[in-house]
């Protein structure tokens, strides 16, 4: 099996498997208790708030550990349109994950308007619209990091400085699921107040995430109770969850020349596939600054990305068609639709999202099939 | 005192000198329907008794399930010889509704020293007396109280209606063409409440269509096998056919083609099964393929009777079929059943059966039929 869905979920590093058991086995302390045992565990919890702050270039202290990107997604816009007193504008890209995009939707509930950024047709946000959508009424700006569609870097610090430029008080929340640790991100240099990330995507195990919020901003909390994570996000600390993250991050921090390679894995793909006519990537070319080293999406000309997927599948090569968040709805998608593309040619689009797994030899394997199926099936199109 | 299942049956009383064969079959499928549930299950009096089981509402479930039942009562059985002990009981069972009530009462028994309306009148008082939000209407109640005199007596108040028909197994099988829409499902449904047996066949065309879309109609079959019993489902490779079509055939024809395929492979399969049917969900002029011509040039590929019990409904009363039975929200899923590749932009709506039999002579219909029955995967359901 070649499996290149990784923006999907990711096979957790055997590192994180094994600090998965042996925290629940011998480490299954509640880590707000008092005895030692349960204290060595929240030290270590600590530890990993300072892993996961380095990266960022944030404090351990503005790390709130979640169950994952949708909760850290929903804790951050929520969360901050509850302190607001005054109805405000909210302004995200037109391209967020629903978790995000559904989410600032409900602020309207609150009184308060959303705008969405239109894209270019290479999938980034595009800044003159910003330009003008944005004002000093803006509360938060939400852009995500990586596109996960379609691996563009959106431009989050030009962002963030426009956004500031009209109004001083802003806030900029950025959805990090797809990049976090694979394209760099500080959140001080390029002025991001909040920063979503998720376990699953870099090796980790699902159902652990954080929320990374910078000192100062204060947030409603949306869960109640025992008042962890400083009365932010109750409820008992998942340290198992939690210490595996940690891991998961140093190994990625390990394996930093991996990452860089896995562009070259993404080019040679492309390499092999630009021979063939009918096929087009969609979003920046992957030898182009602003396209993320691990997701690349292409499209097949008179071929249903759906069929596509399938044949790939019974050569024992696992891609998905758009997202797999989407592909269970089947819509044109709106990323590739706000790019311009056609709905037939939405249609006939699968992404091919690369982990620290993939080889070389997997992108040969790779091409080759598709070359193939590409052939066959494209004899079959709708006369 | 103990609380039983009082099952009454449907149609199988007009039945004649073989009501014993159909009593027997009904029986048998109450047992297995209350297997799970450990329900002991006996006839007697005209009646199926289901006593013993461990979850009540799961019993009702499951009985009202069977094909022949027609209605399913939660009863208490009881004493007869303390006539104010059943009164006591009545009352007790009277105290939770509201509005107004009517007793019913049958006594089989005859020597038993009241006599219906007896019966009926000082069990009315009682209740009356002792749960005074009650009033009586005779005409149209909210709530009927059955008492009934028979070996025991049996009170019931709430009746639970059951899916009728015929047992199951008391008409032959028949073969379902199910193809993971809204219709096909209810067809079988509608068959198998006549006591038909199901097997299906489904034609699966990877890589046009995903292992979700197979796994989607399998648990079609599987919602159907609650009602019917274990089935086979032959899961039929059609890529290869369709794909032949669509080079070689005329691009109206090629659904019809298509259709007149799958029939014959569905034929096949059936006669290998033991079926003596084919049921289809078509509904007349639904779609370019089931206008009465389009139904008549895939039915002469056929040498079996072709059953289309939706052949005369509307989408929205097959939706509401579709509802009731439990496999709409299944049925909705959106995964293909057929891809729009295949899909001619005009379809002939009037075909002429010479010129599709003319049009599909270039296909080596022989070796795509074995190749297709050769490849099928049979997946047992239920």
New interface residues.
């Given amino acids: 099996m070649i499996y290149l869905d990784n923006s999907a979920t990711t096979r957790p590093f055997d590192s994180v498997i094994e600090k998965t058991v042996s925290c629940m086995r011998d480490a299954y302390f509640n880590a707000s208790a008092a005895y030692k045992p349960a204290v060595d565990v929240d030290r270590e919890i600590r530890a990993c708030r300072k892993l996961i702050a380095a990266q960022l270039g944030a404090k351990e202290d503005e790390v709130y550990f979640t169950a994952g990107g949708t909760e850290s997604d929903n804790l951050a816009i929520l969360g901050y349109a509850e302190t607001l007193r005054r109805p405000a504008n909210f302004v995200c890209s037109a391209i967020e994950h629903p978790a995000v995009l559904d989410t600032i939707r409900r602020v309207e509930k609150l009184g308060h308007t959303v705008r969405e950024l239109p894209i270019d047709s290479r999938g980034r946000v595009d800044l003159a619209a910003a330009e003008q959508m944005i004002d000093e009424n803006t509360a938060l700006v939400a852009c995500m990091q990586v596109s996960n569609e379609t691996g563009a870097i959106q431009p989050v610090a030009q962002l963030a400085a426009l956004a500031r430029r009209k109004n001083p008080d802003v806030r900029v929340f950025v959805d990090g699921v797809q990049g976090f640790m694979r394209v760099p991100m500080h959140m001080g240099k390029m002025g991001v107040d909040m920063y979503a990330l998720s376990g699953h995507k870099i090796h980790g195990p699902k159902g652990i995430g954080a929320l990374i919020v910078k000192k100062g901003i204060r947030l409603m909390p949306q869960t109640t109770g025992g008042g962890q994570e400083k009365n932010l996000r109750s409820g008992t600390y998942n340290s198992a969850g939690i210490l595996a993250l940690g891991e998961a991050v140093r190994e990625m921090t390990a394996r930093q020349e991996q990452i860089a390679a896995m562009r070259g894995l993404k080019e040679c793909l492309w390499t092999r596939l630009s021979a063939l006519e009918g096929v087009r990537v969609n979003g920046p070319l992957p030898q182009e600054k602003d396209s993320a080293p691990h997701i690349l999406s292409l499209s097949f000309d008179g071929v249903r990305g759906e069929v596509m997927r399938n044949a790939l599948e019974s050569a024992g090569i696992l891609v998905s068609t758009g997202s797999a968040c989407a592909s269970h709805k089947q819509k044109v998608s709106a990323t590739l639709k706000a790019m311009g593309l056609t709905a037939e040619q939405a249609d006939g689009t699968i992404r091919v999202s690369l982990g620290l797994y993939n080889m070389m030899e997997e992108m040969e394997e790779t091409a080759a099939q598709m070359e193939k199926m590409f052939a066959l099936l494209a004899r079959y199109r709708r006369r | 005192m103990r609380e039983i299942l009082l099952v009454r049956y449907g149609e199988v009383f007009l039945k004649g000198q073989n009501r014993p064969f159909f009593l027997r079959k009904l029986v048998d499928h109450v047992k297995l329907a209350v297997q799970e549930v450990h329900g002991h299950v006996w006839l007697s009096d005209g009646r199926i008794y289901v006593s013993d089981y461990s979850d009540q509402d799961e019993a009702i479930r499951r009985v009202s399930r069977v094909f022949g039942v027609h209605s399913v009562s939660p009863a208490v059985e009881m004493e007869k010889d303390n006539f104010e002990a059943i009164c006591e009981q009545a009352a007790k069972m009277m105290s939770v509704k509201n509005g107004t009530f009517k007793v019913l009462a049958k006594r089989s028994d005859k020597r038993y020293p009241l006599d219906s309306p007896a019966i009926m009148r000082e069990a009315s008082g009682y209740i009356l007396e002792h749960v005074p939000h009650l009033s009586v209407d005779v005409n149209k109640p909210d709530h009927e109280i059955t008492i009934e005199i028979r070996g025991m007596a049996y009170l019931s108040v709430d009746r639970v209606m059951g899916v009728a028909g015929m047992p199951m197994g008391t008409n032959g099988k028949a073969c379902l063409l199910l193809s993971g829409g809204i219709d096909s499902p209810v067809a079988g449904f509608m068959i198998a409440k006549r006591g038909v047996e199901l097997c299906c066949v489904h034609y699966h065309s990877?890589?046009?269509?995903?292992?979700?879309a197979k796994e989607k109609v399998l648990e079609l079959a599987r919602i159907l096998s609650e009602y019917c019993g274990k089935m086979r489902v032959y899961v039929v490779p059609f890529t290869e056919i369709q794909?032949e079509i669509?080079?070689k055939c005329p691009?109206n024809f090629t659904t019809l083609i298509m259709r007149r395929y799958m029939m014959r492979i569905a034929e096949i399969l059936a006669r290998k099964d033991g079926a003596q049917a084919l049921i289809t969900g078509e509904s007349i002029g639904q779609v370019a393929s089931q206008t009465m011509e389009a139904l008549g040039c895939t039915d002469e590929v056929v040498n079996m009777p072709v059953f289309r019990p939706c052949v005369g409904m509307d989408k929205s009363e097959i939706i509401e079929r579709a509802e009731a039975i439990g496999t709409m929200e299944t049925s909705a899923?959106?995964?293909?059943d057929c891809?729009?590749?295949?899909?001619?932009?005009h379809p002939a709506t009037h075909p002429r059966k010479e010129l599709v039999r003319r049009a599909e002579e270039k296909l080596d219909s022989q070796t795509l039929i074995d190749a297709a029955v050769a490849g099928t995967e049979i997946v047992e359901v239920g």
Avoid at chain 2, 206 to 212: K, V
Avoid at chain 2, 333 to 336: A, D, M, R, T
Avoid at chain 2, 339 to 345: L, N, S
């Fill in positions: 990877f890589p046009y269509t995903s292992e979700r794909m669509h080079e691009e899923l959106p995964y293909e891809c729009t590749v295949f899909t001619p932009k």
